[in-house]
């Protein structure tokens, strides 16, 4: 947990989630690479950009739809019951009946892991707090806590969950306010929804840059490079 940093995150969807592993071309990592490079030349902050394919689990919501597929498939079996059992109930018709609705159960929690059907089982609030922590995670991972002048930034986009959080480290926080952060996911977010990932990314990295340009700039001859500029790909 990295508890001195402060974090915005993006309140809107954009239509680019997909849930599944994150990949760019070369060419596309070499664009957001060249970004953060050009960024990095005028201020003594480390950006870090992410992308995921999605920040939590959510096998709740597995469960939910899982158990709506199996009360479904109950009911229905119920209402016509007279068809599937016109002489009476027996022994092997229990068995049979637990055995569709187990089936059902399965077949829905399986679909319950489609990105889609994910979302309309989780709750907005519950994602928001998943990127959160994955973002946090990553903070700490990526070694953005260990720079030199604790002005580490992280730029991640959680694809499933259709948010984008950018979360800097404590010597930013005075300097650069909540607000001003909020912009430069708004940036993101805006290339996000005409689903240009590369595009959002790059963005919000050259918006990070003039806030950051401003507040903590290049030192004359002392400016390293202390973390890599490759973007992050994880699942």
Known sequence: ???????????????????????????????????????????????VPMIVGQSGVYREAHHRAGLLSAVVALTVLLTIETTWLPWGWHAANAVWLLGVTTLAYALGAWVGTW???????????????????????????????????????????????RQVSVLADQSLRDRISAEQWQEVVAVVVERLKVGDLVGGLCGGIEAGGTLLARACPAHDGDNPNELSNRVIQDT
């Not at 239509?15 to 003594?44: C, F, K, N, Y």
């Open 1 to 47: 947990m990295v508890s001195p940093a402060v974090a915005a995150i993006s309140e809107e969807e954009a239509p680019v989630a997909t849930g599944r592993r994150p990949t760019l071309t070369d060419e596309e990592r070499a664009r957001v690479e060249a970004a953060v490079q050009a960024v990095e030349q005028r201020t003594s902050a480390e950006i």
């Open 115 to 161: 990105p889609p059907v994910l979302r309309l089982f989780t709750s907005r609030e519950r994602m928001h707090r998943k990127v959160q922590l994955r973002a946090n995670l990553a903070f700490a991972q990526h070694g953005l806590a260990q720079t030199r002048e604790r002005t580490g930034l992280l730029l991640l986009v959680s694809l499933l969950e």
